[in-house]
């Protein structure tokens, strides 16, 4: 066997083993920081090492520093751990090297996302005629979903953002929930637009956009140019606004409606939660995760937009080396702030390959029926689920503040599973998120039960 495969081979080999080690290795372990910094900190000076030697030393220096974020008992944040197919997938690209720019650089990382992106649209119900960028992820999803939205806007008011900048051009304001992810304020500072022009709309008891309060805002400062952002998937409680209500209202009065459904917009994919998006297919941008819900390998997410041309012309650039034949289609970095771009349509097309429509929809509901059964175990426990679970995420305190920050703190220490804490309405709680494939009833079981032992031990 020649040197290349035998490298790969190996790689792939300690890749799976890791995978294998996920269901048993204790979730997140206590971490000596130094140590790990240590076990990377080798002087640059040494000589240079063959690869072999290169990735067991990496295997090594890196082990005690995973988390298991991968496995089936991981429900911090909101993290899937990547499907089969979509991981070989992944390796497959890092093997092939292709620069996804554009159909020149790489015609098949170019067909890939553009067919991925196709069925993505079927699946999250956005017209078909909609753009897709591949992105690294819902915050880049956002960035250029607004992005979008601001050179349509202030071009209608006859005002060219992309040549002029924002300076002495018309007002602009973004009308968003008082519980937006805290990613669409990062975008507002990157697009120029500054958090200063939020507006923001209170959120009603399940931490969606409240529709009156909405209406609200949007009659008061009737002047200004308006872009909505919406919500589907509460980070905390998992609610989604009414964005048909949205939609329409926001379109009433010309605006943008730009929904980030980093997570939440997966519900578009099953009959059983299709109704809690309804109305999505209304607006005018989209943000969503490839790497969270659809378990995906990092980096991915996807920014669609209503209007190609409009997407295109915020992001896209042209140069003089870059002479595009006419029969060669637009390319991925026409539609993304990057320009040299990892392939990342392969493992979407393989992840959405393994599922198929109706795998779509079972990972989609099977991941709501175990976040039910997480609030149905830990509340027959005498414990307090605050959120109705319509969707993946369950809120959970176990009396004061304190108890439930020292509650999170001993189940990551116990090692069984890994949640998170929060605080939701002034109150601390703990934070589970149920969105990988390989989770098991099973493993809900063996999470709660760990979860009140920890408790009652307390
Ligand atoms: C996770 C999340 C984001 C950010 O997505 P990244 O993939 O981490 O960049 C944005 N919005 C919502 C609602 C999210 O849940």
Redesign the pocket.
Known sequence: MDELTQILRHAAEQAAAYRRSLSERPVARPVDHGALRAAFSAPLDRPGADPRTVIDELVAAADPGLVASAGPRFFGF?VGGALPAATAADILTAGWDQNAFNAVLSPAAVAAEEAAGARLKELLRIPATASVGFVT????A?TAGLAAARQHLFAEAGWDVGRKGLGGGPRLRVVAGAER?A?ADRSLRLLGLGTDCLQPVRADERGALDVEDLRRVLAADPDALTIVCA?A?N?NTGACDDLRAVCDLTHARGGWVHV?G???LWAAASPATRHLVDGAELADSW?C?G??WLNVPYDC?YAFCSRPAVHAEALSYSASYLTRAEATPAGGADYTAESSRRARGFATWAALRELGRDGVAELVDRCCALARRFADGLSTAGFDVVNEVTLNQVLVGFGSDARTDAVVQAVQEDGTCWVGATTWRGRRLMRISVSGHATTEADVDRSVAAMVRQARAL
Not at 137 to 140: D, K, P, R
């Open positions: 909101v992820g819902g915050q880049a956002n992810h990613t919500q998937g980070v980030d980093a997570f939440g943000a995760d790497h969270k997410g």
